[in-house]
């Protein structure tokens, strides 16, 4: 129905069900997210307080509500209008509550999304997730709910739909806390004064409650218990207390010791999570066969199990950081096991030689088994595996000849290994179909592992990271990695990517961290993402003609880089056209080549003192170009003299504006660096842009430090009879910063009639927004164009220029007169 809307019109909708927008093709989708520190304690603050920052005295109160908001708009009101007026004593009443009931009217809120859910099956899903998984990975999770009967993967798509939860980028499991707790209260309402009737037992209290008077009923499906939360000494607690939990399926331990026998333990139990399990081998007792998944990570185990185990249902085994384990356990019981997990097992000498019986392994995670000397001979047997990570296994000497038929597998982690050892089969890991990932040595790899060994045709993500490759490394055939889309060299000797790379297609992120050889990236391909950080001696980073790169890592500390592609690039006067500097109004050039500058570079963190530079910067999307050099000087362009921080003027009617430059004189405390902005609003047009250069001088002392910038604009930027404001910021606002702002504007007339003065660089990069370029955000119905460094988020900057804190009390101050409480009078700029 957009024909309804006027032209131009911006219509927003809001809603918790995601899916409903997936009929509507041309919607922009944005996630709401939630407030930062500063803004929440605003907003609280505000409803609290009816002031834009607490008393001294509630600071630590509030910043605990704070904590248990986590940056939700809505609860922030919902509790500082609950707490208005409130003595301190309420308030400490009211924060202990908090920790375990949320309050009522943001519950009926909240609860809205819970009740949308489609079926019981989604509902009681989410009551498992919010009691016992939020932060888990969701593969182990799929694995053991799906065990209780619910439909795991469609069930968490939907929670996700109505923003009840969120998948990380590592594969993990999050809902907002107050969501958790909207969750639990749900839970705690089937019995308000019962928590043996609850389904679920999350809180340590009520659990130690519980076991201890034996009160469980069969209504309890789930049940966590962990001792490092209570204070009370707490030495064991009896078996008898489980025997009335028939439904008991999931159960989450730390540190407990239960004493008796498990004959009468719960039968059904599909998830035992046992943290901190003093015994040497679970008893023989134990209800094993339900089981789908053990968990019993930093255990006194030997064993899991004496003698024979019944364990056909088991998927995963996590025995992480069991230093007494000495060996695997025997697989001949476990041939459905999914997940093996025995990472820093420090004692673990061997795989047991069954490993081949568990068919379905997928996953084996061996990382930091010190003393592992050998993988078992059958391992090449396991037909589905795709993850083996033995990074750390510093004694392991040789690998299994069958693991080259392996074709299945897709990640490989070798962080550590001696690759360079004479006795290690190199042979054995060549023409494998997989994604190579993981630090494959820190020492010299010799002549032993070959590149070209690689099965270049499948390798999808590759890490050689500390192999001591130099340039002639990489064989002619790398080109042939259609594939390939993440690359690691870090900490190599590397000087230059050889041409070979240039081939390379799918490539998405190139990681190269201190690399200390490394000086020019040229003739990249198309790359999503470059990290390079660390590399003292990168000088250059240039794409080939045609490629591009969508993003760049800041390249920390890469204090000789002088151009990183399409974001800017470093000139010294003397290698810069002479005709051009003196259009740019420079006097006395010669005398200037010989001045050296301290150059701070934001993009590299780094200061370096050279000769007068000219930085070109932005010029994949318009761009400027800036001067630096000491002193207070007035170029020959400029005829005026401003002692303000802004600059106003209106542009004439008569004619078309075609070029403007702007002169800045600055100085602030020594040693001290600064970030620096212009702020060129044209109130006319409503579109302002924010130039924060990538490279600023720094004066020395109490000189000052002249900055020239060059702008070319389109009748679409600034046209007859537009007014328009120039504005110079610092970021770190203090009274010793002292600023004064001059602009030169050249008319088309002038640059026809030759006139010196006017005659400005005809260089490609001096314009400052294309006519294809899209605002990059508004404010109100102000068009926003951020220019320069890209390290600070735009609704952050904007902030910062608009208001400021006061150190002191925390309240909003003016910038234009550094003392008026504002809050809503930004307006008016």
């Given at each position: 129905m957009r024909e309804w809307f006027y032209h131009g019109s911006k219509i927003m909708l809001t809603t918790r069900n995601v899916h409903?927008?997936?009929?509507?093709?041309?919607?922009k989708r944005y996630a709401v997210d939630t407030m930062n520190v500063s803004n929440s304690l605003e907003l609280f603050s505000w409803h609290a307080f009816r002031d834009s920052h607490p008393p001294e005295c509630y600071i630590e109160q509030s910043e605990k509500i704070l904590k248990q908001c986590q940056g939700l708009p809505l609860a922030l009101e919902v509790l500082g209008a609950s707490l208005h007026g409130k003595m301190r004593a309420v308030w400490t009443s009211a924060i202990q509550k908090l920790e375990t009931f949320t309050h009522s009217k943001l519950q009926k809120i909240l609860k809205i999304s819970y009740e949308s859910l489609p079926d019981d099956h989604d509902r009681e899903l989410?009551?498992?997730?919010?009691?016992?998984?939020?932060?888990?990975a969701k593969s182990s999770v799929v694995v053991i709910l799906d065990a209780c009967k619910y439909y795991t993967t469609i069930g968490v798509d939907n929670l996700v739909d109505r923003c009840l939860l969120k998948i990380d980028t590592y594969g993990k499991l999050r809902m907002h806390q107050l969501i958790e707790s909207m969750g639990r209260e749900i839970v705690r309402q089937q019995s308000p004064k019962d928590p043996g009737e609850w389904s679920r037992l999350w809180h340590y209290?009520?659990?130690?409650?519980?076991?201890?008077d034996e009160t469980g009923t069969r209504a309890i499906e789930g049940l966590a218990l962990d001792m490092d939360m209570t204070n009370a000494y707490q030495t064991e607690l009896s078996t008898k207390a489980f025997s009335m939990m028939h439904k008991?399926?999931?159960?989450?331990l730390n540190k407990v010791q239960l004493r008796g026998g498990y004959r009468d333990f719960p039968k059904k139990l599909k998830w035992l999570c046992w943290h901190g399990y003093t015994q040497r081998s679970l008893p023989d007792d134990f209800p094993l066969s339900s089981l789908v998944a053990i968990d019993m990570q930093n255990s006194k185990l030997q064993k899991l199990v004496q003698g024979n185990m019944c364990l056909g249902s088991l998927k995963i085994l996590n025995l992480s950081h069991c230093h007494c384990v000495v060996e695997s356990p025997n697989f001949s019981q476990l041939r459905v096991l999914e997940q093996l997990i025995l990472e820093g097992c420090a004692s673990l000498v061997e795989i047991n030689e069954s490993i081949q019986m568990a068919e379905g392994l997928l996953i084996m995670n061996l990382k930091d088994c010190i003393n592992l000397r050998k993988l078992s001979k059958n391992l090449g047997m396991l037909k589905l595996l795709e993850t083996l990570i033995i990074s750390g296994c510093s004694n392991l000497s040789t690998l299994p000849a069958a693991m080259k038929e392996m074709e299945s597998l897709k990640v490989f982690q070798a962080d550590g290994l001696d690759f360079g050892n004479s006795s290690f089969v190199i042979e054995e890991y060549v023409?494998?179909?997989?994604?190579?990932?993981?630090?494959?040595?820190?020492?010299?790899?010799?002549?032993?592992?070959?590149l070209s060994s690689l099965p270049f045709k499948s390798i999808r993500r590759l890490s050689l990271v500390n192999c001591n490759l130099h340039d002639n490394a990489f064989p002619k055939d790398f080109i042939a990695a259609p594939s390939l889309k993440y690359l690691d060299l870090s900490n190599n000797p590397i000087r230059f990517l050889p041409e070979c790379f240039e081939g390379v297609k799918m490539l998405k992120r190139l990681t190269l961290r201190y690399c200390n050889q490394l000086q020019a990236l040229e003739n990249l391909p198309n790359i999503d993402s470059l990290h390079v950080t660390d590399c003292p001696l990168l000088e250059k980073i240039r794409c080939k003609?045609?490629?591009?790169l969508i993003s760049v890592a800041s390249p920390w500390r890469c204090k000789k880089l002088l151009e990183m592609e399409k974001s800017f690039k470093v000139v010294p006067l003397e290698k810069m056209d002479s005709e051009m500097i003196k259009n740019c109004g420079i006097d006395d050039v010669e005398s200037k080549k010989r001045i050296q500058i301290r150059l701070y570079n934001k993009s590299t963190f780094t200061e370096t003192s050279c000769p007068i530079q000219g930085v070109y910067e932005n010029h994949c999307r318009g761009g400027t170009f800036s001067i630096f050099y000491p002193?207070?000087?007035v170029p020959i362009l400029f005829t005026n003299k401003h002692n303000m921080a802004s600059k106003s003027f209106v542009v004439s009617s008569h004619s078309k504006l075609r070029y403007l430059n702007t002169r800045v004189w600055y100085k602030f405390v020594p040693g001290s660096i600064r970030s620096l902005f212009i702020v060129i609003t044209n109130k006319t047009k409503k579109r302002m842009i924010i130039y924060s250069p990538r490279c600023h001088g720094v004066p020395d002392g109490d000189e000052y430090m002249t900055w020239l910038s060059h702008w070319k604009f389109g009748s679409h930027e600034m046209g007859p009879g537009d007014e328009v404001n120039i504005f110079v910021y610092d970021w770190h606002y203090n009274t010793s910063f002292e600023v004064e702002v001059g602009v030169h504007l050249v008319y088309e007339e002038q640059e026809q009639a030759g006139d010196h003065s006017a005659k400005l660089p005809n260089i490609e990069q001096t314009c400052v927004?294309?006519?294809?370029?899209?605002?990059?955000?508004h404010r109100g119905t102000t068009q926003l164009y951020f220019l320069g460094h890209g390290g600070v988020r735009g609704d952050v900057l904007l902030e910062s220029i608009f208001r400021r804190i006061c150190s002191g009390c925390g309240r909003r101050i003016c910038t234009r007169c550094g003392r008026r409480p504002v809050r809503r009078a930004i307006q008016s700029y």
């Open positions: 409903l927008l997936n009929a509507h093709k041309h919607c989410f009551l498992e997730l919010a009691c016992f998984f939020n932060g888990e209290r009520d659990s130690v409650e519980i076991l201890e008991l399926r999931l159960l989450k023409s494998w179909p997989i994604y190579f990932w993981g630090w494959v040595s820190k020492r010299n790899l010799g002549s032993q592992l070959l003609e045609g490629a591009s002193g207070s000087s927004i294309l006519q294809n370029i899209k605002p990059w955000g």
